[in-house]
């Protein structure tokens, strides 16, 4: 008989789903499986909005950012009862494998889903915020990256000109992976972590001390800082007033927002999204269920899901240290 399988996308979209998506449709062609998309994300399983997905609809979507299945949030199916009713509505389907491509909240949902759902349940990360445990990277991540990169590179165009201070704030919820690479491939001067910062008065100091010094070597200078968001209490306008103040310079916020879950994805994540694709598939009909599918030292390995968000992801130790070590050094 031959396998049915259906993909969502849930939570917030991430470059590179759309690849996934193709990778995944391909794979199961070859292998005579029948595939179908719910739309937007848990709601489309809830109200069984599917669509009959095919090779010839994944025609150019590989470079293609969003995703055509949409996405969205859906509290109904944070109960009980919505969580029975996508059961009911998958088994009515006939629907064998269940493939989210999501973050840790879509895999919570999987998670839940599984206790009353006897088919395949296979979680592929997607998120740009790369604060999912188990893999070496989310789909949409680098991407992420190079949107943030660009952006604070014509930050400090401007920030040269008028010799100030650019705060530019990146996602990442309480993750700081984004910000901290992206600051260090932009050459940043400062970045403050929800892994690093402890104090108001002690990151403002540190910052002031370093323009100082700067100013004393070179005379008026530019400095950029990137800040992860939800992590100085009062937003980013407090820092930059307080900043301002104890710096006696401009100090002005940009707000990346959104921009930065949107574009082409770049290679990295269109490698990634196809290779845990199409892994994903070669999955199915077998024993493993429950899991998300990632990557570890650039292999595919299969994560339980609970373990995606039981486990904090640390960041990198290097990047940390360079960074960290780049933001003491003293112009003497």
Same mark, same amino acid.
């Given at each position: 008989?031959?396998?049915?399988?259906?993909?969502?996308?849930?939570?917030?979209?991430?470059?590179?789903?759309?690849?996934?998506?193709?990778?995944?449709?391909?794979?199961?062609?070859?292998?005579?499986?029948?595939?179908?998309?719910?739309?937007?994300?848990?709601?489309?399983?809830?109200?069984?909005?599917?669509?009959?997905?095919?090779?010839?609809?994944?025609?150019?979507?590989?470079q293609q950012g969003?995703?055509?299945?949409?996405?969205?949030?859906?509290?109904?199916?944070?109960?009980?009862?919505?969580?029975?009713?996508?059961?009911?509505?998958?088994?009515?389907?006939?629907?064998?494998?269940?493939?989210?491509?999501?973050?840790?909240?879509?895999?919570?949902?999987?998670?839940?889903?599984?206790?009353?759902?006897?088919?395949?349940?296979?979680?592929?990360?997607?998120?740009?915020?790369?604060?999912?445990?188990?893999?070496?990277?989310?789909?949409?991540?680098?991407?992420?990256?190079?949107?943030?990169?660009?952006?604070?590179?014509?930050?400090?165009?401007? @920030?040269? &000109?008028? =010799?100030? $201070?650019? #705060?530019? !704030?990146?996602?990442?919820?309480?993750?700081?992976? *984004? +910000?901290?690479?992206?600051?260090? @491939?932009? &050459?940043? =001067?400062? $970045?403050? #972590?929800? !892994?690093?910062?402890?104090?108001?008065?002690?990151? *403002? +100091?540190?910052?002031?001390?370093?323009?100082k010094q700067r100013?004393?070597?070179?005379?008026?200078?530019?400095?950029?800082?990137?800040?992860?968001?939800?992590?100085?209490?009062?937003?980013?306008?407090?820092?930059?007033?307080?900043?301002?103040?104890?710096?006696?310079?401009?100090?002005?916020?940009?707000?990346?927002?959104?921009?930065?879950?949107?574009?082409?994805?770049?290679?990295?994540?269109?490698?990634?999204?196809?290779?845990?694709?199409?892994?994903?598939?070669?999955?199915?009909?077998?024993?493993?269920?429950?899991?998300?599918?990632?990557?570890?030292?650039?292999?595919?390995?299969?994560?339980?899901?609970?373990?995606?968000?039981?486990?904090?992801?640390?960041?990198?130790?290097?990047?940390?240290?360079?960074?960290?070590?780049?933001?003491?050094?003293?112009?003497?």
């Amino acid at each position: 008989m031959t396998k049915h399988i259906a993909i969502l996308t849930s939570g917030g979209d991430a470059p590179g789903m759309n690849a996934c998506i193709r990778a995944i449709v391909i794979a199961a062609d070859r292998q005579g499986y029948q595939v179908s998309g719910y739309l937007r994300g848990y709601n489309g399983l809830l109200d069984d909005q599917r669509i009959k997905l095919t090779c010839e609809r994944m025609h150019n979507l590989l470079q293609q950012g969003g995703t055509i299945l949409h996405s969205a949030r859906c509290k109904p199916f944070a109960t009980h009862e919505g969580q029975q009713r996508a059961a009911n509505n998958l088994t009515s389907a006939g629907i064998d494998t269940l493939f989210i491509i999501g973050g840790d909240g879509s895999f919570r949902g999987a998670h839940a889903l599984g206790k009353l759902w006897s088919g395949q349940i296979i979680g592929l990360p997607g998120t740009i915020d790369n604060d999912v445990a188990g893999t070496d990277a989310t789909i949409g991540y680098y991407t992420a990256i190079e949107t943030a990169v660009s952006s604070i590179d014509k930050v400090r165009d401007t @920030a040269d &000109a008028f =010799d100030r $201070v650019f #705060l530019v !704030e990146v996602m990442g919820r309480h993750a700081g992976f *984004l +910000a901290l690479n992206a600051a260090l @491939a932009s &050459a940043s =001067d400062y $970045v403050i #972590l929800p !892994e690093l910062f402890e104090d108001e008065e002690k990151t *403002l +100091a540190q910052i002031s001390k370093q323009i100082k010094q700067r100013q004393q070597k070179r005379g008026p200078v530019s400095y950029v800082i990137v800040l992860a968001e939800n992590v100085w209490p009062g937003g980013i306008n407090d820092l930059c007033e307080r900043l301002a103040k104890r710096s006696e310079m401009d100090a002005k916020p940009v707000i990346l927002g959104h921009v930065q879950r949107g574009g082409t994805p770049v290679s990295q994540d269109r490698i990634l999204a196809v290779k845990l694709g199409t892994y994903a598939v070669s999955l199915v009909g077998t024993a493993v269920s429950g899991v998300m599918v990632g990557t570890n030292e650039h292999r595919s390995v299969t994560v339980p899901l609970p373990q995606t968000w039981e486990k904090t992801k640390a960041l990198d130790e290097d990047s940390l240290t360079t960074m960290t070590t780049l933001m003491n050094h003293r112009y003497k």
